[in-house]
Structure formats: structure tokens, C-alpha cells
């Protein structure tokens, strides 16, 4: 008797650890698949649901998942149904009181040892009878999946003959209802990550854009107005439009006879400095466009950015311009190079925007009040700096000036009255 005890134990140890083993082979594989799929959770899904009903020898298996917003619930996936009372994707109220909606709303495991032995049988539910008389299911295990304090689905397992599900199945399939929520959490996090990637992606791109933009813009605008087109998203403000203007002119006095007697590189080593500096203080007074050529400058104020005293502005940037100048021409005189400067402003109303053609185009204005700042700068003598009658009376409380009387300009078809900033304003 001691001898068939000691089989009998033997029998038992060894069923155990046959069971264990294929328990542990099912996990791995179960954890391989997770690696595998993490962007999409349907294949553990049928992993789990086979491991599951071949370790605990079920009939039937199926794997419910809660909408978010927690009133119904739905078929994820399932193994070994012939006909089913829900395919895939079809849904379920959850607040009915059936064994799957209330084991996701409490969390609680269900184990029925015989469905025909319920009241949902007995009162002829239709749910439980067609499982019952259509599926032939008698014993059903349902457990929770369970992320953090609440059920968010669960596994299902049925039997077709009255075989209760036992504790260390309850327990296997708790371990297959855990993994199954990491693998949930997995193609989350995944989806997550591409759609914030996606997202990154996209803004890249955009910044990418923008960079390119603003540098095919730059290379034919003021940098000022390439600014205000990209902020604004538009590029509307570079179509002709009208604009109130300070417009300012200068340029070397006695530039042309300097190129006629000096090196190529002497006159390039002017201009650069000239440039160099006049640019600096066109930039520190907020200008919005200034177009250089040779020795002429033209700097507008008031479009594309808005001031609200464009002419004191022209002013302002004219008496820095020609304090500086007079600091250069010192400089230049030690080295035999007499240059003088001169400027021109006036205040009135001109037509503005993009002339040229595609890869070669420049941000400019034209009217009257330019053509009586470019007539005024190559009228002023040295140091002087002109002034439109505007000009003159929209900063009469601000900059004193006198009249030198009227004069007749080139493509002005009546006669202008000029004045002369006063020589006391300094910068």
C-alpha cells in the first residue's frame, strides 16, 4: 500500500510539473508576443485567450474591453466560438446586470459552476440562454482585467460540460488578465509616442518651412519686412498698396570725383565702411526698408512697421547719420579723401510693394515724396540735411528749421519750398 501511495504522490509531483512547465512555456511565449506587438495589442490578445483556454481546457474564450467613457463594453477577441452572441467589435450595455458587464464594473471575479443552475437561465435572459442553448456552455470563468483600482475588461472562459473552473486556474488566468493589461498600456504608450512624434514631426516641418521661407524672403527683402510677412502669415503686405511715409535720401557729396582718381579697392573699402555703419543706425531707429545704391541710400518709415512719427523718425535717423559721417570723413581726410554728406526728407503719401520678378525682386515705393527726398539730398550741400515743407511743419515742435525759399525740382511739376534743418541739432 506504501508502494502505490508513493506512485500515486509521484503521479501527482510529476503531473504538477508538467503543468508548471507548460504554464512557464505559455508565459514566455505570452511576454514574446508583447515585445513583438507594441504598437497593437490584438495579437497577445489571441495569445492569452489560446494559452488560457488550452492550459485550463476551456471550450470557449473571449476577451472584453470597457469604451472610455464606461457605458458599454466590447468583444476584443476570442478563441473557439462557433457561432457567438457578439462577434468582434460589437457591443454591450454595461450597466446590465449579466456576469461579464458586472465582473468590468466591480472587479470582482465571477465563477459559475453551472449556468443552467442561475436566475438568468431560469428567468430566460437572452443573452445567457443563447449561451447556454446556442454555444452549449455550462461552467464559466470570468476575471477582471484590472489597471490600477478599476476593471477595464476581462477574460472570459467557458466549458461545455459541468466542470467548475478551479482556484490554480483562477489564478493562471489572473496572470493572463495581467498581461493582457500591459500589453494595453504598451500599444497606449506606443500610439502616444507616435502621435507626439507625429506631432514633432509636423512642427519641424513647419519650423523647416518657415526657415526656408524667411530665407528665400530675406535674400530679395529688407530684413524688416521679411519679419512682419512671416509673423503676420501672410504675404498680402507685399502687394501695392498705399502708405503714408517718411522717406529719407542721402549719399557721399564728392563721391563720384573720389571713384574717378582712386584704386578700385580704396573706393570698395568706402563703400563697405559707409554701408557698414549707415546700416547699423538704420537698424538701431527701427526703419522698415532701406534700398542702397552705390553711394545712395533710401530708407522709408511707417511701412511695413507702423510709427507713429515717421517724420521725426527720418529726422532722428538723419542727424545720427550725419554725426557719424562727419566722424568717418575726419578719418578719411587724414588719408587724402575729401567726402562730404548730404540728406533729403520729406513726408507724404506713395505706392509701395514688391517690384520685380521671382528670385529678383526688391521692396520699394514710389510717388511724389520720393522723388522730392531724392531731389532734396542731391540739392543739400555738405552736412546739410533738407526738409520737406511737411516734414518741416510736422515736426515744427519738435526740430527747428528754415525756409530757404522755393525751389524747382526735377519731375515736380510745381515749385517746392524747401527748408534747412537747423545746424544746432545734434544726434
Not at 485567450?49 to 470597457?66: D, I
Request: net charge negative; glycine share 8%; proline share 3%.
Amino acid at each position: 500500500m506504501a508502494d502505490v501511495a508513493e506512485d500515486s504522490d509521484r503521479e501527482d509531483l510529476l503531473v504538477e510539473l508538467r503543468r508548471g512547465l507548460r504554464r512557464e512555456a505559455a508565459t514566455r511565449r505570452i511576454l514574446s508576443v508583447i515585445q513583438k506587438s507594441r504598437d497593437d495589442e490584438g495579437p497577445v490578445f489571441e495569445a492569452i485567450l489560446t494559452q488560457a483556454a488550452e492550459l485550463c481546457e476551456a471550450s470557449q474564450a473571449s476577451l472584453q474591453l470597457a469604451n472610455a467613457e464606461r457605458t458599454h463594453f466590447e468583444i476584443a477577441a476570442y478563441w473557439g466560438f462557433e457561432e457567438t452572441a457578439f462577434s468582434v467589435g460589437g457591443s454591450a450595455p454595461l450597466d446590465s446586470g449579466r456576469p461579464i458587464p458586472e465582473v468590468i464594473r466591480t472587479g470582482q471575479t465571477i465563477n459559475i459552476a453551472d449556468l443552467r443552475d442561475t436566475d438568468f437561465y431560469r428567468e430566460k435572459d437572452p443573452v445567457i440562454s443563447h449561451v447556454v442553448d446556442i454555444e452549449d456552455v455550462r461552467s464559466w470563468l470570468i476575471v477582471p482585467l484590472t489597471d490600477g483600482a478599476q476593471a477595464i475588461g476581462a477574460i472570459a472562459l467557458s466549458r461545455k460540460k459541468l466542470d467548475p473552473f478551479a482556484e490554480t486556474e483562477i489564478q493562471l488566468v489572473e496572470i493572463f488578465a495581467a498581461q493582457a493589461v500591459i500589453a494595453i498600456e504598451n500599444s497606449r504608450q506606443f500610439r502616444a509616442l507616435e502621435s507626439l512624434n507625429s506631432a514633432l514631426e509636423e512642427r519641424v516641418r513647419d519650423q523647416v518651412d518657415e526657415i526656408e521661407r524667411m530665407g528665400r524672403l530675406k535674400r530679395f527683402l529688407p530684413t524688416a519686412v521679411a519679419d512682419v510677412v512671416v509673423s503676420s502669415g501672410s504675404e498680402k503686405i507685399l502687394s501695392s498698396h498705399r502708405a503714408l511715409l517718411g522717406v529719407l535720401f542721402c549719399d557721399i557729396r564728392g563721391f563720384t570725383a573720389f571713384c574717378e582718381t582712386a584704386e578700385p579697392e580704396e573706393t570698395i573699402e568706402v563703400l563697405q565702411t559707409y554701408h557698414e555703419e549707415m546700416g547699423k543706425l538704420i537698424n538701431a531707429h527701427g526703419a522698415g526698408v532701406d534700398l542702397r545704391m552705390g553711394d545712395g541710400i533710401m530708407v522709408l518709415f511707417n511701412d511695413p512697421i507702423p510709427r507713429d512719427d515717421p517724420a521725426g523718425d527720418a529726422i532722428r535717423l538723419a542727424i545720427a547719420m550725419r554725426a557719424r559721417m562727419a566722424e568717418l570723413g575726419k578719418d578719411w581726410k587724414r588719408t587724402g579723401y575729401r567726402l562730404g554728406f548730404g540728406v533729403g526728407v520729406s513726408l507724404g503719401y506713395a505706392t509701395v510693394g514688391l517690384v520685380g520678378y521671382e528670385g529678383r525682386s526688391d521692396y520699394t515705393a514710389s510717388g511724389t515724396a520720393i522723388n522730392v527726398a531724392s531731389r532734396l539730398c542731391e540739392m543739400a550741400d555738405d552736412g546739410e540735411i533738407l526738409l520737406s515743407a511737411r516734414v518741416a511743419i510736422a515736426v515744427e515742435d519738435t526740430f527747428s528749421s528754415v525756409s530757404t525759399g522755393k525751389v524747382t525740382l526735377k519731375g515736380i511739376r510745381e515749385p517746392v519750398e524747401v527748408f534747412r534743418l537747423d545746424p544746432g541739432h545734434a544726434s
